[in-house]
Every structure is written in C-alpha cells, then in structure tokens.
C-alpha cells in the first residue's frame, strides 16, 4: 500500500520537462554559433569532447572575434550569457571542469572581460533604453487623464494591471496571465497568525 504513494517517474526526464523552452532554444543557438566558429577553425569534435587545454583557447579565440550575422558587435550581456550557455550544455554532458571557475578557462573569462570592457568603450551595453521610476506628477496624470479609471472596461483592466505591478511585485504580462482564482486572498481586520 505505501508503494502506491509515489509515482513511478523517470528523474531525467522530470528534470528535462521542467527546463525553460527559451533557455533550451537559446542553448541550441549559442551552440550552433560556437560550432560554426569550430569549423572555421577546422574543429569538427563537439564542445564536450575537447581537451579543456584546447577548449579554453578555441573559446578566447571566438568571444574576441565573434559578430552577429550583420557584421555588428553583440553587447557585452549577450556575449555572457553565451558563456553561460556553453557552461549549461557542458554541465549536461559532465565535463571535466567549470568553463566559469576553473582556472584551465582563466583565458576564456581574460578574453571575455576585454571584449565587454572595449565594447563598453565603444557605447555598447550602456542600456540606453533603460526603465526608470515614474514621478509622482506623472502616475498622477495617468488618473486625471482616466488612462486609469473605473470608466470603461480597458481603463480598468490597466488599472488593475498597475496595481498588480505596483502593491503585488508581478511584473510582465506573463504572470499576469499565470494569475488563477485564489492567488489573492482580501484580508480585513487583524491578522490572527493563521
């Protein structure tokens, strides 16, 4: 009887069902793009069967030269995170050191610091199109203006959107949508510690 209490579940395949699609899509890319370098290179061995030796300088190699299709520089957050990428796909595949703290790929993470900081010379990665607060004179104009308002079916959709955002932390259209019935509980009087 106690055995009917656990599922009969394989762990891989729970784990791999639970990656995010966007990260195992980015992965793939990022992949895609280091192998294409490889054979520039004359390197046809996946990733996870170089030597750490020969992976570090094949990597130094690729974030110092690396363009996006236009022949444009990529900021300096992408070229990270492609890191990340390659660290995620080798963890997968057990290999033998850490491309993010073994010394062996000190070169590696020696070149990527150069790049980020001549593209940082460059204007790159400086987020110009960064958010910032709002003012109190502005969130007033969104109430007088009615943006937000009990008026009208949209005016109070965005304002229930806004003070999802502002009293809840939920950010993004995505947890909005992820929002069911029950995720909110209206509290009155005191709390009793239940």
């Given amino acids: 009887m106690a055995g009917s209490r656990f599922a009969n579940v394989d762990v891989d395949d729970f784990i791999?069902?639970?990656?995010?699609a966007n990260t195992k899509r980015k992965t793939a890319c990022d992949l895609s793009l280091l192998s294409d370098?490889?054979?520039?290179?004359?390197?046809?061995?996946?990733?996870?069967e170089i030597a750490p030796e020969e992976l570090n300088q094949y990597l130094a190699g690729f974030f110092v030269t690396v363009r996006k299709v236009d022949g444009n520089e990529y900021e300096p957050t992408?070229?990270?995170?492609?890191?990340?990428s390659y660290e995620r796909f080798l963890r997968s595949k057990d290999y033998?050191?850490?491309?993010?703290?073994?010394?062996?790929?000190?070169?590696t993470?020696?070149?990527?610091a150069a790049k980020k900081k001549n593209l940082k010379a460059q204007g790159k990665g400086n987020k110009p199109n960064a958010a910032r607060g709002l003012n109190d004179k502005e969130v007033e104009r969104f109430f007088t203006t009615g943006?937000?308002?009990?008026?009208?079916?949209?005016?109070?959709?965005?304002?229930?959107?806004?003070?999802?955002?502002?009293?809840?932390g939920m950010r993004g259209c995505k947890e909005h949508?992820?929002?069911?019935?029950?995720?909110?509980?209206?509290c009155t009087g005191r709390p009793t510690g239940k």
């Fill in 147 to 168: 943006a937000l308002s009990f008026d009208n079916p949209k005016n109070l959709q965005q304002l229930v959107w806004w003070n999802n955002c502002r009293y809840f």
């Fill in 16 to 20: 791999k069902s639970t990656e995010n």
């Fill in 177 to 186: 949508r992820d929002l069911s019935w029950g995720d909110v509980v209206l």
């Fill in 96 to 107: 033998e050191e850490c491309l993010i703290t073994s010394i062996k790929f000190k070169r």
């Fill in 109 to 112: 993470r020696d070149a990527l």
């Fill in 78 to 84: 992408s070229l990270r995170s492609m890191l990340g």
């Fill in 37 to 48: 370098y490889l054979r520039v290179e004359m390197e046809l061995r996946p990733i996870n």
